[in-house]
């Protein structure tokens, strides 16, 4: 059987999507652009929060790519979430995949890459990834160091097996698709992004940007959280931010996440990236969105719209407010908790011509 990890390796000279490439841009434009979008930016905020009622109570709006992504896909569903849809709803093994594939492959390369650069000319050894995956699941057990580390030392003590082996599994998927697409060795310039402190071979999370706004009752938080860094962040600001998913999908949710990266990760760090490098593992993809102003400013746009929501969702109703009348029905009104009292998603759901398990839906 072949390996995953090891079919369709792209060779070295084939890695031109994860070289920072084009015309050199000075480290100072990075900068200014980060500056100036931190600037426009706290001051839209500061207007959304001033229209605030003043008995409302939002309180802390987080800002990452999930809220983004469901506010982009209808406002009044994520309204209607509540604090149960807004917060992080807790590890579970498909949240947990990334996290862990990607502080294990750290880990190997901590052990291997680093050994094997000490003897000239030896190549470093080819990660197997569920191995990789459990070799560090004993170490975190062990001494965990990071939250996610806790998370699978607890499932351990609780001996939940059937979570720690889906985990593992899908951790280790993770890891395949992400070596396949990247090749290996991986770029001298890359380095994954973990929670995990002390590995040599990555970096850690950056942390939130919080803007001071005139209002502080409000606190706002906004993150990037990508796999890896390629390139050299600081002083020249010459790198690409990638992201990898075990699957693919449509080329607008691409878009609108390389929009919100690019100004997340510009806001939290001070820096602008050259590009956002989003690669799949099933098909092999790599997609590179150059960052540019107009990126930017669209990324502004779905941070902006998060705490607009959120802020709105916090306000008294009133009597001539229709609270669905944003609402996007769509495939995803099947699943949504709130279709039985949203107008337009019962609509959707009911109109005539639907199909449901192969058979049309009759409408009296």
Known sequence: M?????????????????????????????????????????????????????????????????????????????????????????WSPPLAAAAVGRVALARHLDRHVVASQAAQGATPALPQPLQAVKAWM?????????????????????????????????????????????????????????????????????????????????????ASKPDAVVGTVAPSGQFDLLFHRPTSSDDVTLAERADFEAAAWSLAVGLVPRAIVVTTGDTGEQLRFPV?????????????????????????????HDPWSDALPGSACRWCPTHDTCPPGTTHLTRPARWHNGLPVLTG
């Open 292 to 320: 540019d102003p107009t990126v930017l400013t669209r990324g502004a746009d779905l941070i902006a719209a998060v705490v607009e929501h959120r802020l709105r969702a916090a306000e008294p109703p009133t009597p001539d």
């Open 138 to 222: 004993k170490e975190a057990r062990e001494a965990p160091t990071s939250k996610v580390a806790e998370w699978v030392t607890d499932l351990s003590q609780q001996q939940d097996r059937a979570a720690l082996a889906a985990t593992a599994g899908l951790a280790a998927r993770w890891v395949a698709g992400f070596v396949r697409v990247v090749g290996w060795p991986l770029p001298d310039d890359l380095r994954l992004v973990v929670d995990d402190p002390g590995s040599p071979s990555a970096r850690r999370g950056e942390r939130p940007w919080r803007p001071k706004l005139a209002a502080r009752r409000v606190p706002v938080a906004v």
């Open 2 to 90: 072949t390996d995953p990890a090891t079919s369709n390796l792209p060779p070295n000279g084939e890695r031109a999507v994860l070289r920072v490439r084009g015309p050199v841009r000075p480290g100072h434009e990075s900068v200014e652009g980060a500056i100036q979008l931190r600037s426009d930016l706290t001051a839209r905020l500061d207007d959304l929060v001033a229209g605030l009622a003043g008995d409302a109570d939002p309180g802390d709006i987080y800002v990452g790519w999930v809220a983004a992504a469901e506010v982009a896909a209808c406002p009044a569903r994520f309204r209607a979430g509540g604090a149960d849809g807004w917060g992080f709803p807790g």
